[in-house]
């Protein structure tokens, strides 16, 4: 069972995927409290079309995948304001990105196995260079979220009254739409541009359904996050199937019963839980403002 | 007022009403006179909404018997208007004023619905009765809530209805607007004959048309004119903790707990 | 150009392209009001399993996106009132059964063209028979559509009202989502699964930017993805391009266009109307 690991590319693929998983977990969780789940995967389908004309121009996908998802964030974040609307602009750029991107795979050959690639991934592909390179990203990423986190869980929860705190509301809304498209980037790598929802959203929506207090909802979406993928890769190791199946499988698995189970509270008690947390929040930050 | 004889529009007796295995309401008991202009009063989660809920016949009581005009709640009477709490609408909706007004006649209709003559004398109609025809064709969205609140009053009035259920339609209006949908409320309780139910969170905007209130709390509720019902005895039993009451310059002004 | 149109499969194209746009055009309109973008892209990309699930079976990839896409749009109306605002639960549907279609793929090899050509549409391979069943879905759409109208605009804007005036809101909005799930099915043979997307809401979006009255909005709509759609498969005959590249490029210049017309028409006049004039404003139109 362990003895995959004596090959290069599982360890490459392994250490990949923790970087990711624990990455993508915590972007996730932000990502699910500002309601923008949707942009998540929006963008995730965006770096189709960045990774397609990478391919084209032959360099490494995830440079084209990087280029496209940031470009897109900042497009997104400029047009829509409410959300409805927002959804729709995102879906618009969207679609158009995947128009792109199938115009660019016909102009290659090999058209059908490049697609499938990018869609789905090919954790097995990862490379000694690319486990360095996520390596580095990922950790800017946890350091910029980890500077940024306070305020923006803040102005999710009550942009308002974050602006009269002076938290630069906007500016922070636009920072994270890239952090989100940078930690797609890397992703893809691991589950493939249609799958990336498993790792990003999965264990942050479990998460957030049994503890309400953040930093453990975080840690608790770390956790599941570690668990899919090195189950996922240690039994898609085992066996003829994708190893992305198997994370896209594990993810839904946890999720469904313990959204099921927590039904009956649903909404009013979710809602409850986050005006606990605007409260202790909003503490937080006047505490902040008079230490300052 | 009223006179005694004529048969209750609304009936409670005795009735509990449970949600999610707690009891919300509990030995509700009261009658509401045709015409009559009733204002409910208490704090969050006292549990008004879900006494307009339980008149609508959106939800059951556990026990006791609930009448309304004459007979056990039922979804889709079209005596009854309805116009629930906090609605905020998209400021990007793409419909008119007219349009949202229209679902109060004809909305719960199967069938596209050709556009006629007599439909849009109708909407008209409810729109003039609002002083509202000029917003009529103005994307909904984009009208302010004051002029939003108008067109749903007048689309709960559609069917003509002989009970308008009103949930907080004061909420988030400024003085001046409140004192405009009060004003049109009223008329139409006078006008039409029509029993009024409103919740509201203050009473002073709307001393001068109130027949009695109706002041719920943690389940309970206590029922007569604002003289009667607004006083520190009867709210420090609701609340069940010492609430004091200012009446002064004719207004009411209560203070305690968690008013 | 006028010689290709001889060809069965380009008379094929030319006629489901052409249905589909209609179809795509008028649910769109609802799905964009209900806020159910993400619930249209969802189901589509289930369909993606289901057509991938169907070949595993032997059966025809617009049958395994019935099938699949009726089950889900029962499975998610069944889970909330209205979908709008649950993205989260549609967007882990959605990825676990695109990964299902993945393990579909693994099991059935020798299919990655297959696959992509669900992911990215096949509109050249319709056959009559397939033209058959979406004319006859799109017939069934649409006149159920129209019974449904008055009742779904009014239950999207106003659940609880319409709900007290004994409109079934929930179950209408299950009724909505298998209405959607079928026009879903039958635009993944057109555009594919990842740009369902294009004719299903651009449209609609770019029609409810540029007029309030719901008929006209769904003509506009209509008349855009038929527009798109149309010009979008001519080019690709002419060109050398996939078709779906073009249609997606329409619509969305169509969506930007009528964003833009939005924008310049002052969008705030109403709201900023002092309170007395009110009175002496003569009807906007
Ligand atoms: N569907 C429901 N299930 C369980 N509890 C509910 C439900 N709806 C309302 N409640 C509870 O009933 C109480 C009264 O609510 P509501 O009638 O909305 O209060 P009000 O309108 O007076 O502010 C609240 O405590 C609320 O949490
Ligand atoms: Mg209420």
């Not at chain 1, 660019?104 to 090999?110: D, E």
């Not at chain 3, 009110?278 to 139109?285: F, H, K, T």
């Given at each position: 069972m362990f003895a995959i690991f004596q090959y290069p590319f599982i360890q490459n693929a392994f250490i990949a995927g923790s970087i990711v998983a624990i990455v993508a977990a915590v972007l996730g969780y932000f990502l699910i409290v500002r309601g923008l789940s949707f942009a998540g995967h929006a963008l995730s389908s965006i770096g189709f079309a960045g990774a397609a004309g990478a391919v084209l121009l032959g360099v490494s996908p995830i440079y084209g995948l990087m280029v496209f998802t940031v470009t897109a964030s900042i497009a997104i974040s400029v047009l829509g304001r409410e959300v409805r609307e927002r959804?729709?602009?995102?879906?618009?750029?969207?679609?158009?990105?995947?128009?792109?991107?199938?115009?660019?795979?016909?102009?290659?050959?090999?058209?059908?196995?490049?697609?499938?690639?990018?869609?789905?991934?090919?954790?097995?592909?990862?490379?000694?260079?690319?486990?360095?390179?996520?390596?580095?990203?990922?950790?800017?990423?946890?350091?910029?979220?980890?500077?940024?986190g306070r305020p923006l869980l803040f102005s999710s929860f009550d942009a308002e009254l974050a602006e009269t705190r002076g938290v630069p509301v906007r500016a922070l809304g636009s920072i994270f739409l890239i952090l989100i498209a940078l930690t797609i980037s890397i992703t893809t790598q691991v589950v493939g541009i249609l799958l990336v929802f498993a790792l990003l959203i999965g264990p942050s929506?479990?998460?957030?359904?049994?503890?309400?207090?953040?930093?453990?909802?975080?840690?608790?979406?770390?956790?599941?996050?570690?668990?899919?993928?090195?189950?996922?890769?240690?039994?898609?190791?085992?066996?003829?199937?994708?190893?992305?199946?198997?994370?896209?499988?594990?993810?839904?698995?946890?999720?469904?019963?313990?959204?099921?189970?927590?039904?009956?509270?649903?909404?009013?008690?979710?809602?409850?839980?986050?005006?606990?947390?605007?409260?202790?929040?909003?503490?937080?930050?006047?505490?902040?403002?008079?230490?300052d | 007022m009223n006179s005694e004889i004529q048969e209750p529009i609304i009936q409670l007796e005795r009735v509990d009403v449970q949600l999610g295995g707690r009891v919300i309401l509990h030995n509700i008991g009261l009658s509401i006179q045709p015409g009559e202009f009733v204002v409910i009063l208490g704090p969050n989660g006292a549990g008004k909404t879900t006494f307009l809920r339980l008149l609508l016949g959106l939800i059951q009581p556990a026990s006791g018997s609930v009448r309304v005009l004459g007979?056990?709640?039922?979804?889709?009477?079209?005596?009854?208007?309805?116009?629930?709490?906090?609605?905020?609408?998209?400021?990007?909706?793409?419909?008119?004023?007219?349009?949202?007004?229209?679902?109060?006649?004809?909305?719960?209709?199967?069938?596209?619905?050709?556009?006629?003559?007599?439909?849009?004398?109708?909407?008209?109609?409810?729109?003039?009765?609002?002083?509202?025809?000029?917003?009529?064709?103005?994307?909904?969205?984009?009208?302010?809530?004051?002029?939003?609140?108008?067109?749903?009053?007048?689309?709960?009035?559609?069917?003509?209805?002989?009970?308008?259920?009103?949930?907080?339609?004061?909420?988030?209006?400024?003085?001046?607007?409140?004192?405009?949908?009060?004003?049109?409320?009223?008329?139409?309780?006078?006008?039409?004959?029509?029993?009024?139910?409103?919740?509201?969170?203050?009473?002073?905007?709307?001393?001068?048309?109130?027949?009695?209130?109706?002041?719920?709390?943690?389940?309970?509720?206590?029922?007569?004119?604002?003289?009667?019902v607004i006083t520190e005895s009867n709210l420090t039993k609701l609340y069940g903790s010492p609430v004091q009451v200012v009446h002064t310059l004719g207004r009411y002004f209560v203070v305690g707990a968690e008013v | 150009m006028i010689d290709i149109l001889r060809h069965d499969?380009?008379?094929?194209?030319?006629?489901?392209?052409?249905?589909?746009?209609?179809?795509?055009?008028?649910?769109?309109?609802?799905?964009?009001?209900?806020g159910q973008a993400f619930a249209c892209e969802a189901l589509s990309h289930i369909g993606f399993a289901g057509a991938l699930g169907a070949a595993l079976v032997g059966a025809s990839s617009l049958e395994g996106m019935f099938v699949f896409t009726l089950l889900a749009a029962v499975g998610m109306g069944a889970l909330g009132k209205r979908l709008s605002g649950r993205d989260i639960e549609v967007?882990?549907?959605?990825?676990?059964?695109?990964?299902?279609?993945?393990?579909?793929?693994?099991?059935?090899?020798?299919?990655?063209?297959?696959?992509?050509?669900?992911?990215?549409g096949s509109i050249l391979s319709v056959t009559i028979n397939d033209v058959q069943v979406i004319l006859g879905s799109g017939v069934f759409i649409i006149i159920l559509m129209a019974v449904l109208y008055r009742p779904v605009l009014f239950a999207s804007?106003?659940?609880?009202?319409?709900?007290?005036?004994?409109?079934?809101?929930?179950?209408?909005?299950?009724?909505?989502?298998?209405?959607?799930?079928?026009?879903?099915?039958?635009?993944?043979?057109?555009?594919?699964?990842?740009?369902?997307?294009?004719?299903?809401?651009?449209?609609?979006?770019?029609?409810?930017?540029?007029?309030?009255?719901?008929?006209?909005?769904?003509?506009?709509?209509?008349?855009?993805?038929?527009?798109?759609?149309?010009?979008?498969?001519?080019?690709?005959?002419?060109?050398?391009?996939?078709?779906?590249?073009?249609?997606?490029?329409?619509?969305?210049?169509?969506?930007?266009?009528?964003?833009?017309?939005?924008?310049?028409?002052?969008?705030?006049r109403y709201r900023e109307l002092p309170h007395p004039s009110?009175?002496?404003?003569?009807?906007?139109?």
């Open positions: 959804d729709v602009a995102t879906g618009v750029i969207m679609t158009f990105a995947l128009g792109l991107g199938i115009l660019f795979l016909s102009l290659y050959h090999g058209y059908a196995e490049q697609a499938y690639s990018i869609l789905f991934g090919t954790i097995v592909g990862v490379s000694r260079d690319d486990v360095v390179f996520t390596f580095v990203l990922g950790l800017i990423l946890l350091v910029v979220i980890a500077i940024i929506a479990t998460a957030i359904r049994l503890v309400h207090q953040p930093l453990q909802a975080i840690f608790l979406a770390i956790i599941l996050g570690l668990a899919y993928t090195w189950l996922g890769i240690l039994l898609g190791g085992n066996s003829p199937w994708p190893v992305s199946f198997f994370i896209t499988a594990l993810s839904f698995g946890v999720y469904l019963p313990v959204r099921l189970l927590s039904k009956g509270i649903d909404s009013k008690r979710s809602a409850k839980g986050f005006e606990k947390l605007s409260i202790t929040d909003s503490a937080l930050a006047s505490q902040k403002d008079r230490n | 007979q056990t709640p039922r979804v889709g009477s079209h005596l009854i208007g309805y116009a629930p709490q906090h609605r905020v609408f998209d400021s990007e909706l793409p419909l008119r004023g007219r349009d949202l007004v229209g679902f109060g006649l004809d909305g719960h209709r199967w069938g596209i619905g050709l556009p006629s003559r007599s439909r849009r004398e109708k909407i008209d109609q409810a729109l003039k009765e609002v002083d509202g025809l000029d917003l009529a064709d103005a994307p909904f969205g984009q009208l302010s809530g004051g002029e939003q609140q108008r067109l749903l009053i007048a689309q709960a009035l559609l069917t003509d209805p002989r009970l308008l259920i009103l949930d907080e339609p004061l909420a988030n209006l400024d003085l001046a607007f409140q004192q405009d949908v009060v004003a049109l409320i009223d008329k139409v309780c006078r006008t039409r004959g029509a029993t009024i139910l409103l919740v509201a969170h203050d009473i002073n905007p709307l001393l001068q048309v109130t027949d009695r209130v109706l002041y719920m709390a943690r389940g309970h509720s206590a029922i007569g004119s604002p003289d009667e | 499969f380009v008379q094929n194209a030319f006629l489901a392209g052409a249905i589909v746009a209609v179809i795509s055009g008028f649910v769109g309109y609802f799905v964009v009001l209900r967007g882990m549907v959605l990825s676990f059964v695109l990964g299902l279609g993945v393990l579909f793929l693994s099991i059935y090899t020798e299919n990655a063209t297959g696959a992509v050509g669900v992911l990215f804007i106003e659940p609880e009202v319409a709900e007290a005036r004994g409109v079934p809101v929930q179950r209408l909005s299950i009724l909505f989502l298998i209405l959607l799930a079928l026009s879903v099915s039958v635009a993944v043979k057109v555009v594919g699964v990842l740009l369902v997307f294009a004719l299903l809401v651009v449209p609609a979006a770019a029609a409810e930017h540029l007029t309030h009255r719901p008929w006209l909005a769904i003509t506009i709509s209509i008349l855009i993805s038929l527009i798109a759609t149309i010009a979008g498969l001519t080019f690709a005959f002419i060109g050398h391009w996939p078709a779906s590249f073009y249609i997606v490029s329409l619509t969305s210049l169509f969506y930007f266009i009528a964003l833009i017309v939005h924008a310049v028409r002052s969008p705030r009110r009175e002496v404003l003569p009807p906007a139109d």
